[in-house]
């Protein structure tokens, strides 16, 4: 009886750090995403595009924005953003305060796991200038970037 329940238990430990090992080996993959409007990303400002977003290591909290034809780009901090639940699809939020538009998260599909960008000064300006409202909120679908075999 000791045995069986030892056995079930090591199985159902074995499985949790599986699936917690498959969520972060995906919130490392990059991010490719094709972005319609001008935006910015911290303090800068970047052109609509298709662009492929990561981390620049492992444990780092620095992202690197980067059109996918090299023509624009940047690096911002981000800070750790949890869910209430895994999610449905990899996608970017932005905040939109008339026709601009700020990077806000970003969320890789299947963890409750994100990043998220402080607002910069030009983003707290807008936010001043609307008398502090809620900015919008357009969210767009993203891909995962398959892994290199």
Known sequence: MKT????IT???T???GLMA??????AQQPLVVNIPFAFAAGRMALPAGEY????VAYDSSI???ERTDHAAGTVVMSLAAQANAK???SKLVFHRYDNRYFLSQIWIAG?????ELTKSPQEKEQSSAAHNEMPDQVTIVARLLAPKP
């Open 63 to 65: 992202l690197l924005i």
């Open 14 to 16: 074995l499985a949790l």
């Open 21 to 26: 090992a498959t969520e972060t080996a995906r």
């Open 52 to 55: 492929r977003i990561q981390k």
């Open 87 to 89: 999610q449905a699809q």
């Open 4 to 7: 069986e329940l030892f056995r």
């Open 10 to 12: 090591m199985a159902g």
């Open 111 to 115: 963890s409750v796991r994100g990043r």
